[in-house]
């Protein structure tokens, strides 16, 4: 056994009427990959702030012990001095600067008075070899992709001398390929000695990295396993979770789709030819003659990597709501629609639910009750007066149905957890009453449980007789759920199975394919 | 769940601090400012104030935009209608084309702002500029006096512009005493209707405790303002217009799909435009009542100064963004409310008089209130920080 470089005995905080954590222990030791598991909720996010001093000390119970000294930081530069550094999930760049500026925010190479750029960039260009980041110091972030901006921050963690890196859902925003690259250059820093702890929910990269496993539940920390010493798995996993076996991770349709012969009048939304310009750079195609159908009662996946156009598909079908110069037709029903706005698209029956439910699908400073009639106050008001009474009964009747956990529906949304802010945003537009259901990314950034239950709403919506288009980036997601899947690369829909033909390897071997075609 | 005090506190911070400020100048001015005549004063001096507020509020709500043209607008109308007046045209004619003429400035802004994107902060500078600039072609920069007595009896000017007594009393406006009554009991009883609506739906309510407090706190002050200005001449006519744009913004705001969508659009446009909700016509919207706000306190303007001059309304638009932010409206858009408007446009219309009324110089009156602005707005931060 190695020597513990941090361990966290009993910590305690509390928030006014809530306990975050409860007498928590922490053991972290030297050159290990340390992944911290949990539900949203459980405390993972909150126990990283004690330790890296967003809450400082005096604030919570208990002790940090780092290097074999207790700490009593109170500040982030206090930790950041001892050397741990964490990485929030969401990114802290300034997009306007260059990557050289950014990595140095704070931490100024040169003088106070005069910043030394040479000695920036030629630093920031050492750290961004490390990493393994082709790029140079001085191109501005905006102008790099996610996945790039996500190694900058490690570039920037690893200027501040870290010894202990803290990465918060590292890999969230990312496709598959940056997830897994991002995840070998863990494994190499691990090489060099690096210690590290990571918190994701994606199971099977903590199976991937980790040396050891803690799971946290309810602001207290279950077990630790030794991936090691034991056989571990992502069901393992789960079961420490949330206390229980999950037998089945997507839910049993009752009518399985795929073996309905196609027919015509059984299309509920048909997309022929359609061509997406970008807004900006109108010259450039983001979706590429695409056509595709989804039928009543069905789930159609659209797989792709990040950048492969599928947001930008699903918002210019809804009303182009993105993008310029759109050509293609559109059906609903057998009748070719043009849809102009939302408002439009509302009308006949679309919902998009959005991938950004904080930027673009949810105002968090309302409640829940304001939040779900927002696109159909039509549905909870009388020439433009609302019906207030109408409208407590919908939140409610919408609340109990999805069991969003919630003590009222007049809590305002950004109080709310992750996937109950996603069941909010599903309640909002499961009340304008759509037949064709767009669900982009319907899971992202909620643990296991929610993501069950978000399944469950699905299989009752197309049961119900809708049809959902769901698109993700999470294979074994859209494997579970669809019953015909599309890949999408570069723009293009480059191919088209039914669920059970669907592997993880003929998809992404798809994408390859299609990739190479291109080169040739 | 019971309250507890801090969350008190935290929730009327500002209706604190204007019992603190009416009690230091109650000290300080030996009891004058609470005279009827001053309290009189208060509210037709202020009358603007509350009417250019409710305005702004509707803007600051879209995301904390804000109308400079404000101050230019009012003296835009207000010289309009004091040439058309000279002219002997009827009185009701002018008033018509005053709210029009506002109305039609804020298209004119709004359009700019809303569809061409324009910031409003530059757009409404551009109008600052340029409605100064008519106020003063239309009245060929000289004062127009206004003599029409209907005029000046209903928009708040002149000696005779209040509620006539109906009942005659001795020392003791009676209507208004009445009226007072009636608001109070009124206000009670939507309280408690709305009340037995939720307890009969089984919805949640506040305790029962808060509400009788409510009732007995806003009971207690508007009797208490009615029987002062009982004492003096009545009730003043800015007081009632004052009571007409606040009730109709308070429904506006509150129990309105337009109002909703100002809420929505200042607190994620982006979201609100997903929703099908054109943000740009609630943008539009925001700014034409702006536009008619501002001609209705053109219209109360000349009347309470009996003429019109190229130099009114100057500084209008600060003191109604101030009443907003004072009365916690989020600078960001998103939040805020007309209750908070009444007690930030009190709070600055107790604090000007109270000076005034002390002997201090104009220009320390103004540091006063810079720093009044300025806490109002610290205490907003503090207490948003500590919700966190």
């Known amino acids: 056994m190695g020597k513990i470089l941090l361990e966290m005995k009993n910590i305690t905080k509390t928030f006014p009427g809530v306990k975050a954590l409860d007498n928590v222990n922490l053991q972290v030791e030297e050159g290990e990959i340390h992944a911290l598991v949990g539900e949203n909720g459980a405390g993972k996010s909150t126990l990283m702030n004690v330790l890296s001093g967003i809450y400082p000390y005096g604030s919570y119970e208990g002790d940090i012990v780092y290097n074999g000294e207790i700490c009593q930081f109170q500040k982030i530069t206090d930790s950041e001095k001892k050397g741990i550094v964490i990485i929030h999930q969401e990114l802290a760049l300034v997009p306007q600067m260059s990557i050289g500026e950014n990595m140095f925010l704070g931490n100024e190479r040169g003088k106070k008075s005069a910043i030394n750029w040479n000695e920036t960039y030629s630093e920031a260009d050492k750290y961004l070899k490390m990493v393994g980041l082709s790029e140079s110091s001085r191109v501005l972030i905006k102008d790099i992709g996610t996945g790039k901006q996500q190694l900058v921050e490690i570039a920037k963690a690893l200027a501040k001398n870290a010894k202990l890196l803290i990465l918060d859902e590292p890999t969230s925003s990312l496709n598959e390929t940056d997830s897994r690259a991002l995840l070998d250059l863990m494994l190499e820093f691990k090489k060099q000695g690096m210690t590290m702890i990571i918190i994701t929910h994606k199971l099977n990269e903590v199976v991937y990295v980790a040396d050891k496993i803690t799971v946290v539940r309810d602001g207290s920390t279950v077990e630790t396993m030794d991936c090691h010493t034991m056989e571990i798995n992502e069901d393992r996993i789960i079961r420490g979770m949330v206390g229980r076996e999950i037998t089945d991770r997507f839910p049993k349709r009752q009518n399985p789709f795929g073996d309905i012969v196609v027919n015509a009048g059984d299309v509920n939304m048909e997309v022929k030819n359609w061509t997406v310009h970008h807004p900006l750079y109108t010259e450039r195609k983001v979706v590429d003659n695409v056509n595709m159908y989804v039928r009543k009662g069905e789930v159609v996946g659209i797989y792709g990597l990040m950048g492969a156009g599928r947001t930008e598909l699903a918002m210019s079908i809804f009303g182009r709501s993105y993008g310029s110069d759109i050509t293609g037709s559109l059906y609903i029903n057998g009748e070719e629609m043009v849809l102009k706005n939302p408002r439009e698209a509302i009308n006949a029956h679309l919902a998009y639910v959005t991938e950004d439910r904080k930027g673009n699908g949810l105002v968090l400073t309302n409640p829940i009750r304001v939040n779900t009639s927002l696109a159909n106050m039509n549905g909870v008001s009388n020439h433009g007066v609302i019906d207030v009474d109408k409208e407590y009964q919908v939140a409610v009747d919408y609340k109990e149905k999805l069991r969003t956990k919630t003590p009222s529906v007049e809590q305002n949304v950004g109080n709310l957890s992750g996937g109950n802010q996603q069941k909010v945003l599903l309640a909002k537009w499961m009340f304008t009453d759509p037949d064709i259901l767009i669900l982009d990314e319907p899971t992202r950034g909620i643990d296991v449980g929610a993501k069950y239950e978000i399944y469950c709403i699905i299989n009752d919506l197309v049961n119900a007789g809708k049809s959902v288009v769901m698109i993700s980036s999470e294979l074994p997601e859209v494997i579970g759920m669809s019953d015909r899947i599309y890949i999408m690369n570069e723009g293009k829909f480059v191919g088209e199975m039914k669920a059970e033909e669907a592997t993880q390897e003929n998809i992404m071997a798809c994408i390859l394919q299609s990739g190479r075609g291109e080169e040739a | ?388």
Request: proline share 2%; glycine share 12%.
């Open chain 2, 1 to 388: 769940m019971s309250l507890n005090i801090r969350d008190i506190l935290k929730k009327y911070t500002m209706v604190f601090a204007l019992i603190a400020v009416i009690i230091f100048f109650w000290v300080s001015t030996d009891g004058k400012i609470l005279f009827p005549q001053n309290i009189n004063n208060l509210i037709s001096q202020n009358a603007y104030v509350f009417v250019l507020a409710a305005g702004m509020l509707l803007c600051i709500l879209t995301g904390g935009n804000i109308d400079l043209a404000v101050g230019s607008v009012v003296c835009f109308v207000g010289g309009i209608g004091a040439v058309v007046m000279d002219k002997h045209i009827n009185v009701w004619v002018a008033v018509a084309i005053m709210l029009i003429g506002g109305a039609l400035v804020g298209v004119w802004q709004g359009f700019w702002i809303s569809y061409v994107k324009v910031p409003p902060f530059i757009a409404t500078l551009s109008g600052m500029y340029a409605f100064r600039g008519m106020a003063n072609v239309v009245m060929q920069g000289m004062t127009i006096g206004i003599s029409d007595e209907t005029f000046l009896n209903v928009f708040g000017g002149g000696a005779d512009c209040y509620v006539p007594d109906f009942f005659h009393g001795e020392g003791l406006n009676i209507t208004c005493m009445t009226t007072g009554i009636m608001v109070v009991l009124i206000y009670a009883v939507l309280v408690i209707k709305n009340r037995m609506d939720a307890q009969e739906k089984g919805f949640e309510m506040a305790p029962f405790y808060s509400d009788v407090a409510k009732i007995a706190a806003v009971g207690a002050s508007v009797l208490w303002i009615f029987y002062k200005l009982a004492k003096y001449k009545g009730i003043p006519a800015g007081l009632i217009w004052i009571a007409v744009v606040l009730i109709a913004y308070g429904y506006i705001t509150t129990k309105t799909t337009i109002g909703r969508y100002l809420y929505a659009v200042g607190g994620n446009e982006k979201a609100t435009r997903l929703s099908g909700i054109d943000s740009r016509k609630v943008y539009f919207f925001a700014y034409i009542n702006m536009g008619l706000m501002a001609g209705l306190g053109g219209i109360l303007t000349i009347a309470r100064a009996s003429g019109a001059q190229p130099t009114f309304g100057q500084g209008y638009e600060m003191d109604a963004i101030a009443a907003c932010f004072i009365g916690g409206a989020s600078a960001s858009g998103g939040e805020g409310g007309i209750f908070g408007v009444i007690i930030g446009a009190v709070l600055m219309g107790v604090i000007n008089q109270g000076m005034s009324i002390m002997g201090i110089s104009p220009n320390y009156q103004k540091v006063v209130k810079g720093i009044v602005v300025l806490v109002a707005i610290i205490f907003d931060v503090l207490s948003n920080k500590k919700k966190k």
